[in-house]
């Protein structure tokens, strides 16, 4: 079968780095959230995770005044409130108003958790050297939560334009890792 060329415009839909997070800040008097699907782990101990935030983004200005926010990772069941705050902007809107989101208290940062997500993290700007040119921080995990009753998580991942994966299977092979 022959390749054929591929719109560059569109390689992100390709290397999608993980599931769609719901990243809660604070500022301005109330919290805000933002749908983010750009953010990788850098390191394991202690967790260290990349992200980018468009400078153009409300919660850009709120997570480079606080220094804190919390990645909350929502699965299918809330898809549409997770697009619904991915496409709106918190200048504007109280997003767990709008959108029936609970927020809860964090135990080491002021950004709150979305109770309605299976797991938390909350992280500290520790590394703001790429912001400037990429938009880019890393965070440190300073305190993690899992819901244990969620079992099979089914996350959402972004593919481009309104297009979305849920994740599926799990498959378990051999490894070294342990």
Same mark, same amino acid.
């Given at each position: 079968?022959?390749?054929?060329?591929?719109?560059?415009?569109?390689?992100?839909?390709?290397? #999608? %780095?993980?599931p !769609?997070?719901? $990243?809660?800040?604070?500022?301005?008097?109330?919290?805000?959230?933002? /749908?983010? =699907?750009?953010h990788?782990?850098?390191?394991? #101990? %202690?967790p260290? !995770?990349?992200? $980018?935030?468009?400078?153009?983004?409300?919660?850009?200005?709120?997570? /480079?005044? =606080?220094?804190?926010?919390?990645?909350?990772?929502?699965?299918?069941?809330?898809?549409?409130?997770?697009?619904?705050?991915?496409?709106?902007?918190?200048?504007?809107?109280?997003?767990?108003?709008?959108?029936?989101?609970?927020?809860?208290?964090?135990?080491?940062?002021?950004?709150?958790?979305?109770?309605?997500?299976?797991?938390?993290?909350?992280?500290?700007?520790?590394?703001?050297?790429?912001?400037?040119?990429?938009?880019?921080?890393?965070?440190?995990?300073?305190?993690?939560?899992?819901?244990?009753?969620?079992?099979?998580?089914?996350?959402?991942?972004?593919?481009?334009?309104?297009?979305?994966?849920?994740?599926?299977?799990?498959?378990?092979?051999?490894?070294?890792?342990?």
């Amino acid at each position: 079968m022959a390749k054929k060329s591929f719109p560059l415009s569109k390689v992100y839909g390709l290397l #999608e %780095p993980g599931p !769609v997070v719901l $990243v809660t800040t604070t500022g301005e008097g109330r919290p805000n959230i933002m /749908a983010m =699907s750009w953010h990788t782990m850098l390191e394991f #101990e %202690p967790p260290l !995770v990349g992200c $980018v935030i468009s400078n153009r983004n409300h919660s850009f200005a709120l997570l /480079a005044a =606080s220094n804190e926010c919390v990645i909350n990772i929502p699965t299918v069941e809330i898809a549409e409130k997770v697009v619904g705050c991915g496409n709106t902007s918190g200048a504007d809107l109280d997003k767990f108003k709008t959108f029936g989101l609970t927020p809860k208290p964090a135990k080491q940062v002021r950004a709150p958790l979305i109770e309605e997500c299976f797991a938390h993290l909350e992280c500290r700007v520790t590394d703001t050297s790429m912001v400037d040119r990429y938009c880019f921080f890393i965070l440190e995990v300073l305190k993690a939560w899992i819901d244990p009753a969620v079992k099979e998580p089914r996350t959402i991942h972004h593919r481009g334009y309104g297009t979305f994966m849920v994740a599926g299977e799990t498959v378990t092979l051999k490894s070294k890792m342990k």
